[in-house]
């Protein structure tokens, strides 16, 4: 059917709006989208400042042991209570953000850069080389992640950024297969036939034409992987692959509570409800950017 | 003079864009007699396939908000969704542009022809295939038998909108309605596809609002035509008058503006300048002013309602309904 | 009077040497299938096509879907790689340049497309998109790269002050307009608009039209122009050419193709086309063809259109018709053609 909206001609008296200048104003329209964006940067920056707030709010130091008092409830000084080795809730959770958090988009930047460098190849070449590229994806998701981690974790000590490399090394493969199939679909469009026709390289094509039209997809795929990312560390340091204590993380401090549920709920409840905050957050922030981008809204 | 089959009156249909208030058809009124055709001619957005789609109340997301739409004496516009569902493919039927979409891919064509005649003649499946059958015969599909058996996506696209015509038959409907049927088809098969809604309207004796851009397409095919542009008729009356003197400033700049295949000398085309109207924005006055080569002060402030101007046509236009004839703009 | 006047315009940067020419162009491409994806057949979009483009000719390539002319197209400008036959352009046999050299060219040669959405690179501004083809060849900087892309903004009708705006701002007829400028840029001496009036409104099609008359004038530039409506090709071209199933079926200047055809194909076209006069539409013999075209996949022996054509006759089967000449200009490919 003819939508009159396909008589939108005549000057615009507005000023030039980008791409990106409209989908950044239908996200700040979306409400709980920006509320959620916002709670992700709060945490985010709660956590990069950490020592400030061990400093100056709490007066704690995470690592530090106060046996005598132990099993704390929410209270003073231990503004959410102490665990089973007198250390304060609070600042171990600001900074297992730092850990947790810091993982979390290390991983995002690392199998997003390799993904998409490998769909961009494979999905603008095509033929032997996507072929091969694709075959190798395969593989990689083909291996069963906790056997990868397991045999990661045995041969490297996990600190924050092995940990990030072992779960970006899974997790790549998906982010390839995605960014290929945008470019499989934006390469059909003419401007980028248009763009070899007045001689442009294949390296123009590629960074000035088709890159940022994927980018959009990459941005969703990041935001909603920050939240996949902090469910699996969770996971990972509830098996024992994870991070190791005394350094906190949100989930090795959900997994240190689990022998002390009934006797002290608090210490599971607090990076319960971060984790979920911090996930949910994610994952609505994550789709408010899709819509945002939604080309069927343009 | 007996009522006419098909008597829309005022018709109005409105969309709310994130723009604004976008009123596709405005005040649109025609009437179409059995048996006859008549064709709605008009550029992208100016309203024509609103126009049909409020007459089948299909028009969702957008709402009619005023006038009549009399069939048979009856207001479709009044009348209840299923009251409309008795009407819809089985008095009034239509078919679009892309036959491809029209059908669904999962069933066979056949049977997608013949369900028609169990949902509205009751007829058990077997006789209604066996009338599909012999539908497809007539529209000109070779060895229909076999091909009622095929999957839509296994006709071509000159097949596939002769099936999709004789599911719009298979009710023997008073109206049909043809919505840029040939757009999307080749000039060869367009001419089978025309030469087909010609022989179904004089075998069948089935009235036929024939919905294009293409005024080449009116011209071979329509007794009448509606010109439309920004939701408003601008003209209408006997195809070969339209054509001969046109009466409103925009047919008549059309016609001039296209290039023929049996064009003489040439010479440039007289191109209308300007770029239709936005639909949320139109200019004061008559819609087609700013870009009217015969435009007078009180154009640009009234807007003109559909009046006789010379013995068969109707325009909208205060220039030619006050006697000025239309020449070397 | 008018026509003489474009003839001695077109005289003062003509050659007579073509500038561009095709031998025996081929262009198949594989389809596989099966289970290890081997190649099954092929599909005939091109098959052994001889077309030759004088400078400053426009010269019009008109047929139906799968009949191979915006292959045609893309291909004498190497955009697709033949698969046999050569390329010549200003004499120069380009058919299997590559890299560098083959990029050398591009400047010469340029292209307009037909989906006035698509062909514009909606994250860039409209001045970085006239600009590109400057920036690539390094034609101008700076403020010299300004004044370029201002200019052409005027030239194909548009206000400069739109150089910051964004395509999704304009509408159909004008992002065409863009796209023109942007083909303009390097100066070329060559353009293929393939189907460059199809998507948009009958209303700004003539005004497009005249803007690639006048331009040709302005620019002394020779034209392929590819469309289905043979209105529009009759009107905007010097010569017209006919394809049918992957090949050049008759060629000939466009009144003469339309007063005296020869080939049945071009016949039946020509009767297919509605004339926007109801005296004379309702008054036309009409030739209809039966059927559908056939499958460029495997087309049919001898000659392709014989399947469809009414006056086809056994010899039509076994070989396929030479071109043959019926004027100055004037070829057919027929072995009963119309008198």
Request: hydrophobic content about 45%.
């Amino acid at each position: 059917m003819d939508m009159p909206g396909g008589a939108f001609e005549g000057e615009s008296h507005r000023p030039a709006q980008s791409y990106w200048n409209e989908s950044w104003e239908r996200l700040r329209a979306n409400r709980i989208g920006v509320a959620a964006g916002v709670l992700l940067l709060v945490f985010a920056l709660i956590a990069l400042a950490a020592p400030l707030f061990s400093q100056f709010v709490t007066h704690f130091d995470p690592t530090r042991q106060h046996l005598l008092d132990n099993f704390r409830p929410p209270g003073r000084p231990y503004l959410l209570g102490t665990d089973e080795l007198g250390r304060d809730t609070l600042t171990r959770l600001i900074y297992g953000g730092r850990v947790t958090l810091g993982v979390a988009f290390l991983t995002v930047a690392l199998s997003l850069s390799l993904g998409s460098t490998v769909g961009l190849l494979a999905g603008y070449y095509g033929g032997w080389l996507d072929d091969v590229l694709m075959r190798i994806v395969d593989v990689f998701l083909a291996i069963p992640a906790i056997f990868l981690f397991i045999l990661m974790s045995i041969l490297f000590r996990p600190n924050a950024i092995t940990l990030a490399a072992i779960i970006a090394s899974v997790g790549w493969g998906g982010v390839a297969r995605l960014v290929r199939g945008e470019v499989l679909s934006v390469k059909q469009r003419d401007f980028i036939l248009a763009a070899r026709t007045i001689g442009a390289r294949d390296v123009r094509v590629i960074f000035r034409h088709l890159l940022p039209n994927v980018l959009p997809v990459l941005i969703v795929a990041a935001s909603l992987g920050v939240g996949q990312i902090i469910l699996i560390e969770a996971a990972l340091d509830f098996l024992g692959l994870g991070i190791q204590p005394p350094t906190p993380s949100w989930g090795n401090m959900l997994t240190n509570a689990e022998s002390y549920f009934f006797h002290s709920t608090w210490l599971v409840v607090f990076p319960g409800i971060t984790i979920f905050l911090t996930v949910l957050a994610s994952n609505i922030f994550g789709n408010a950017v899709r819509d945002a981008f939604d080309p069927r809204l343009k | 003079m007996a009522a006419p089959l098909l008597d829309v009156q005022d018709l109005r249909t409105v969309f709310a864009t994130k723009e604004g208030v976008v009123k596709a058809v405005d005040g649109v009124s025609f009437h179409l007699d059995a048996g006859e055709t008549l064709g709605i001619v008009g550029e992208s957005g100016c309203g024509k396939s609103v126009t049909a789609m409020s007459i089948m109340r299909l028009q969702r997301p957008g709402r009619v908000t005023g006038g009549k739409v009399l069939f048979k004496g009856r207001d479709l516009i009044q009348a209840s969704e299923q009251e409309m569902r008795e009407i819809r493919g089985k008095e009034i039927s239509m078919i679009f542009q892309d036959p491809m979409t029209s059908f669904n891919p999962v069933f066979r064509t056949g049977w997608q022809v013949a369900e028609p005649l169990v949902l509205h003649k009751g007829l058990n499946r077997m006789k209604a295939m066996a009338e599909a059958v012999g539908l497809l015969g007539r529209v000109g599909i070779p060895a229909p038998a076999a091909r009622a058996r095929d999957y839509p996506h296994q006709f071509s696209g000159g097949m596939r909108q002769r099936a999709m015509i004789a599911m719009g038959l298979t009710t023997a409907p008073s109206v049909l309605i043809a919505d840029e049927p040939t757009t999307a088809l080749d000039v060869t098969i367009q001419a089978q596809i025309l030469d087909l809604l010609r022989h179904v309207n004089k075998e069948f004796g089935t009235a036929t609002i024939l919905i294009t851009h293409n005024l080449g397409v009116v011209a071979g095919m329509c007794e009448r035509v509606m010109v439309m542009y920004a939701g408003k008729v601008v003209e209408s009356g006997p195809t070969t008058d339209v054509f001969a003197h046109p009466k409103h400033p925009y047919t008549w700049s059309l016609l001039r503006s296209i290039p023929r295949l049996d064009d003489e000398l040439h010479e440039p085309l007289r191109a209308i300048e300007g770029l239709p109207p936005s639909l949320v924005e139109l200019p004061g006055g008559c819609a087609f002013h700013p870009r009217c080569s015969f435009m007078v002060d009180r154009c640009t402030k009234d807007i003109p309602s559909l009046n006789p101007v010379g013995e068969t046509q109707l325009a909208a236009c205060w220039v030619t309904q006050s006697g000025t004839e239309l020449a070397h703009g | 009077m008018a026509e003489a006047a474009r003839a001695h315009l077109k005289r003062a940067w003509t050659t007579s040497d073509p500038l561009l020419s095709a031998r025996g162009l081929t262009v198949w491409f594989p389809v596989s299938s099966g289970l290890l994806q081997r190649t099954s057949a092929h599909v005939h979009a091109v098959d052994g096509v001889d077309l030759e483009i004088m400078q400053g000719e426009t010269v019009g390539l008109v047929g139906e879907s799968g009949c191979g002319k915006s292959t045609l197209g893309r291909t004498l400008i190497r955009l697709i790689d033949p698969t046999a036959g050569t390329i010549e352009f200003r004499g120069e046999d380009i058919t299997h340049l590559r890299g560098e050299a083959l990029r050398a060219k591009r400047r010469e040669m340029a292209m307009i497309f037909q989906d006035p959405y698509s062909s514009l690179d909606p994250r860039q501004t409209v001045g970085d998109i006239i600009g590109e083809p400057i920036d690539i060849f390094g034609l101008a900087k700076g403020r010299e790269r300004q004044d370029r892309i201002y200019e052409l903004l005027g030239v194909v009708g548009m206000n400069p002050r739109f150089a910051d705006r964004y395509p999704h701002e304009f509408s159909g007829g004008q992002r065409q307009r863009i796209g023109i400028a942007r083909a303009l840029a390097a100066e070329p001496s060559l353009i293929i608009c393939d189907e460059p009036i199809s998507a948009l409104d009958v209303s700004i099609q003539a005004q497009i039209i005249n803007l690639l008359e006048r331009l040709q004038s302005k620019f002394e530039l020779t034209y392929l122009f590819i469309a289905h409506d043979l209105s529009v090709v009759k009107h905007i071209s010097d010569r017209v050419a006919v394809m049918y199933l992957g090949k050049i079926v008759e060629t000939a200047p466009g009144r003469e193709l339309y007063s005296h055809p020869r080939h049945p194909y071009t016949d039946s076209l020509l009767s297919a086309i509605p004339i926007p006069d109801p005296l004379v539409e309702r008054g036309r013999e009409r030739t209809i063809l039966q059927g559908d075209v056939a499958s460029p996949v495997n087309p049919p022996s001898g000659c392709r259109f014989r399947t469809r054509c009414p006056r086809a006759r056994e010899q039509c089967a076994d070989h396929e018709p030479p071109l043959d000449s019926f004027g100055p200009d004037h070829q057919a490919a027929c072995f009963f053609p119309l008198d």
